[in-house]
């Protein structure tokens, strides 16, 4: 069994596709199913189904594929540590984010620590709440920030970093636009633009709507902050965002109005794998986030 074996069979299970994979991966088609082929003979058992154009995974290859990425993480990480201990300014650091991280908070941060470590590098990868848990589970990424924080999970661990409050934003000619604050149930009636089911930052503001006495009327659903305060902006409902999403100026700016009862927070942490010990750039990363959020 060979590490290209394995490293070919994780890409054809990610994209269902022999010629998606070969395309990302700069190889012939011809080789990857050679490999494939010869993969699925040392182990005795098939890997894939052919359904349509795709490929699917057995029930077998489900399995064997969970145990493969734990170890190609973990042999880059082997790999990653050495280079590191050569000298760890020169590292990776790779690191996931929820996309309303990714505004403001997550490029202040890291800009920060490369004027302080110019050299290290970062990989970063965007997910939503449980898919971020996941790649940390699995060793894909070495730190994440997560909301709201897991206070208690098998699986990761970390620190809270910081509570956030959560702003209604309003069409710019409504009714309430120009208040300095609002009851949530004053937007009772109204149609909300909300994230899609996978966002956490959805089941904050469906319990904020419970606590105010109301299930919201959803019109419209999306997948990045952008989108809804785009729609908000151009009049098809109301919603509730983070202060952090709200912070950059756009032609379509909808208005920004705090809500006082109830308040409305979510909290934000970074986690880590339990029981794992971080490469050393990712440590330093670590304890730079912790001082960085405690002067605040």
């Known amino acids: 069994m060979e590490l290209r074996q394995l490293q070919y069979f994780v890409k054809v299970a990610r994209k269902q596709h022999v010629t998606h994979a070969a395309e990302e991966l700069h190889v ?22 052919r359904k349509g154009r795709n490929l699917q995974l057995t029930s077998v290859g489900k399995l064997f594929l969970e145990r493969i990425e734990v170890v190609l993480a973990d042999m880059e990480r082997a790999v990653s540590e050495v280079r590191e201990f050569l000298d760890p300014e020169a590292g990776e650091i790779r690191i996931g984010f929820p996309h309303s991280l990714g505004i403001y908070l997550l490029p202040t941060v890291v800009a920060s620590f490369r004027q302080q470590h110019p050299n290290v590098k970062f990989r970063l990868r965007q997910g939503t709440y449980n898919s971020l848990i996941r790649d940390v589970m699995r060793g894909e990424i070495d730190l994440s920030f997560i909301s709201p924080f897991p206070e208690k999970h098998l699986n990761v661990s970390g620190r809270l970093l910081l509570q956030e409050e959560l702003y209604a934003i309003l069409p710019q000619g409504h009714k309430l636009a120009d208040n300095d604050t609002i009851k949530l149930e004053q937007l009772k009636e109204e149609s909300f633009v909300m994230f899609s089911d996978e966002y956490s930052l959805r089941n904050i503001v469906l319990e904020a709507c419970a606590k105010a006495g109301f299930v919201p009327r959803i019109g419209f659903e999306g997948e990045e902050t952008d989108t809804i305060r785009g729609l908000v902006a151009a009049g098809v409902g109301v919603s509730l965002l983070p202060e952090m999403a709200l912070t950059e100026i756009s032609q379509l700016q909808p208005a920004k109005v705090r809500v006082i009862e109830p308040l409305v927070t979510r909290s934000v942490g970074l986690i880590q794998r339990t029981g794992d010990k971080l490469p050393l750039v990712a440590e330093m990363f670590q304890h730079f986030l912790f001082d960085h959020f405690q002067e605040d």
């Open 28 to 49: 012939a088609q011809s080789a990857i199913s050679r490999q494939i082929h010869q993969l699925e003979e040392e182990l005795g058992v098939p890997l894939f189904v």
